[in-house]
Nanobody, 128 residues
Framework: QVHLAESGGGSVQAGESLRLSCASS????????MAWFRQAPGKEREGVAA????????YYADSLKGRFTISEDSAKNMLYLQMTALEPEDTAIYFC?????????????????????WGQGTQVTVSS
């Protein structure tokens, strides 16, 4: 079992940056894949980025590559999402997710069906 808790959301102006954090607890000694998802009002949940908890190549949604950076600190059991040049279209609830095993790469790592452990989410609002 892995417990996840997001923080760092808030309201910002377009063009500004924000860093989200996700604290994990539970069976954190195991290898698992961690990811960020987001869900805007009236839209489906979409994968943002994923990375293995002990380091490795990160995977990004093509539309967000270059503006968002996922990173992890396994010593602190933390996952981060650095978001830059934020746009109003980035407004959503951002969720941290985890699943035992490797991310595996590609679109599968950004599919919500892969993950069994989820945080409660943190709201990000970007105004123009």
């Amino acid at each position: 079992q892995v417990h996840l808790a997001e923080s760092g959301g808030g309201s910002v102006q377009a063009g500004e940056s924000l860093r989200l954090s996700c604290a994990s607890s539970g069976n954190t000694a195991l290898k698992y894949c961690m990811a960020w998802f987001r869900q805007a009002p009236g839209k489906e949940r979409e994968g943002v980025a994923a990375v293995d908890n002990r380091g490795g190549r990160p995977y990004y949604a093509d539309s967000l590559k270059g503006r968002f950076t996922i990173s992890e600190d396994s010593a602190k059991n933390m996952l981060y999402l650095q978001m830059t040049a934020l746009e109003p279209e980035d407004t959503a609830i951002y969720f941290c997710a985890a699943e035992f095993g490797f991310c595996g790469g590609g679109s599968a790592s950004l599919s919500s069906a892969k993950y069994n452990f989820w945080g409660q989410g943190t709201q990000v609002t970007v105004s123009s």
